[in-house]
T-cell receptor, first 111, second 117 residues
Framework: DAKTTQPTSMDCAEGRAANLPCNHSTISGNEYVYWYRQIHSQGPQYIIHGLKNNETNEMASLIITEDRKSSTLILPHATLRDTAVYYCIVSANFGNEKLTFGTGTRLTIIP | GAVVSQHPSWVICKSGTSVKIECRSLDFQATTMFWYRQFPKQSLMLMATSNEGSKATYEQGVEKDKFLINHASLTLSTLTVTSAHPEDSSFYIC?????????????FGPGTRLTVL
């Protein structure tokens, strides 16, 4: 799996959009970009994933650059409950393909 | 999204005993489940890939005789920590993929906190 690089930590004011960047310059053509988050002492929670096109769901938006070497996860209106560690992972995503977690970004939402 | 459960959510045991952790996919069938371990302030580390009806595939450095994995059905995988010692104390998390097709996402259980005294 390709390696990802994320900032160690970020702060965001409550109610504002949180933009979390991720670099994956060695991503292969068949690898998807996944985002998960982990709230303290819980299992990771799936947020969103994409291959080439931008994606949006009820939780977030995923913007992937045209060359696919980086992406940004956007939480449109951050709340205190969004405080967590956010992991960006790339994976070929076949049925039994494993996910390799990096160190992630610790996002703190400030009241 | 799909739901993955784990049991127990926490367990405390004496050194030398064995502990079994269950991972269930509640509303889907999972031919593949994964087991992770997470130490305090660290990221998740994959221990093994559990395949229904076949032997698990262990990551480098993980002792297969110490961490026994059984994936007897499409909805249940178990991890048994044999002869547990204090250094095995950790947060154990399982995950399962909903479907085997390309583009399917992986869902995680809530984790099991193991403390070995």
């Amino acid at each position: 799996d390709a390696k990802t690089t994320q900032p160690t930590s970020m702060d965001c004011a409550e109610g504002r959009a949180a933009n979390l960047p991720c670099n994956h310059s060695t991503i292969s053509g068949n690898e998807y970009v996944y985002w998960y988050r982990q709230i303290h002492s819980q299992g990771p929670q799936y947020i969103i994933h994409g291959l080439k096109n931008n994606e949006t769901n009820e939780m977030a938006s995923l913007i992937i650059t045209e060359d696919r070497k980086s992406s940004t996860l956007i939480l449109p209106h951050a709340t205190l409950r969004d405080t967590a560690v956010y992991y960006c992972i790339v994976s070929a995503n076949f049925g039994n393909e494993k996910l390799t977690f990096g160190t992630g970004t610790r996002l703190t939402i400030i009241p | 999204g799909a739901v993955v459960s784990q049991h127990p959510s926490w367990v405390i045991c004496k050194s030398g005993t064995s502990v079994k952790i269950e991972c269930r996919s509640l509303d889907f069938q999972a031919t593949t489940m994964f087991w992770y371990r997470q130490f305090p302030k660290q990221s998740l580390m994959l221990m093994a890939t559990s395949n229904e009806g076949s032997k698990a595939t262990y990551e480098q450095g993980v002792e297969k005789d110490k961490f026994l994995i059984n994936h007897a059905s499409l909805t249940l995988s178990t991890l048994t920590v044999t002869s547990a010692h204090p250094e095995d104390s950790s947060f154990y998390i399982c995950s399962a993929r909903d479907g085997s097709g390309i583009g399917s996402e992986q869902f995680f259980g809530p984790g099991t906190r193991l403390t070995v005294l």
